[in-house]
């Protein structure tokens, strides 16, 4: 049974970090590619950022430079490090998964993933 359990999320000031946790569990991820997505309110979810299962890395336009993704194989774990976070209020961060490969079509957009987390909350304001 696929299962991925997003941890890490929280409230921080613009300009602060957070490092984003998403831990598979009944499968290994070695094989499988994990992307974050983000939501807030109101609006349609977005990619942010995927790690293919070779680590190729995806970012989309408005995070490169600021965000990093990253995964350890031996821990079942992907990481989102979150820097220069901006004042966007509040949005929910999901991983997700699908065999080897993520795929990102720019502006947010992203082809579909077979399995998804819960999400985690992260809240950036003064």
């Known amino acids: 049974q696929f299962r991925l359990v997003e941890s890490g999320g929280g409230l921080v000031q613009p300009g602060g970090s957070l490092r984003l946790s998403c831990a598979a569990a009944g499968f290994d991820l070695e094989n499988y590619a994990i992307g974050w997505f983000r939501q807030a309110p109101g609006k349609a979810r977005e990619g942010v950022a995927c790690?293919?299962?070779?680590?190729?890395?995806t970012y989309e336009d408005s995070v490169k430079g600021r965000f990093i993704i990253s995964r350890d194989n031996s821990k079942n774990t992907v990481y989102l490090q979150t820097n220069s976070l901006r004042p966007r209020g509040k949005a929910v961060y999901y991983c997700a998964t699908k065999w080897r490969v993520c795929t990102f079509y720019g502006t947010g957009r992203y082809a579909e993933m077979d399995y998804w987390g819960d999400g985690a909350r992260v809240t950036v304001s003064s």
């Open positions: 790690i293919s299962s070779n680590s190729a890395t």
